[in-house]
């Protein structure tokens, strides 16, 4: 059975840390690149952080500099350091493949405010 499971989030203010954590099972974990998704209401969900099987990353303009993906394929897992987080940020994040072929997890909610 095919679960995402993400973590770690929360409130934190601006200019703070948090880092996301994202559990897989039931997926061909170390064959697929791996994202981190976004979404905010009445938006569409966007990607903001990819991972390649050979760990090759990239990132949106709006979070270059400030993110961090990295994956463990031993842990099947995918983490997301976010640094100097902005209220821009404040979103519902999940991690899928990429392209997303799985259902969505339930994702963790950031909240960056003062």
């Known amino acids: 059975q095919v679960q995402l499971v993400e973590s770690g989030g929360g409130l934190v203010q601006p200019g703070g840390s948090l880092k996301l954590s994202c559990a897989t099972t039931g997926i061909n974990f170390r064959f697929l690149t791996m994202g981190w998704y976004r979404q905010t209401p009445g938006k569409e969900r966007e990607k903001v952080a990819d991972i390649t099987t050979r760990a090759i990353t990239s990132y949106a303009a709006s979070v270059k500099g400030r993110f961090t993906i990295s994956r463990d394929n031993d842990k099947n897992t995918v983490d997301l350091q976010m640094n100097s987080l902005e209220p821009e940020d404040t979103a519902i994040y999940s991690c899928?493949?990429?392209?997303?072929?799985?259902?969505w997890g339930q994702g963790t909610r950031v909240t960056v405010s003062s």
């Open positions: 899928n493949s990429v392209p997303p072929i799985y259902n």
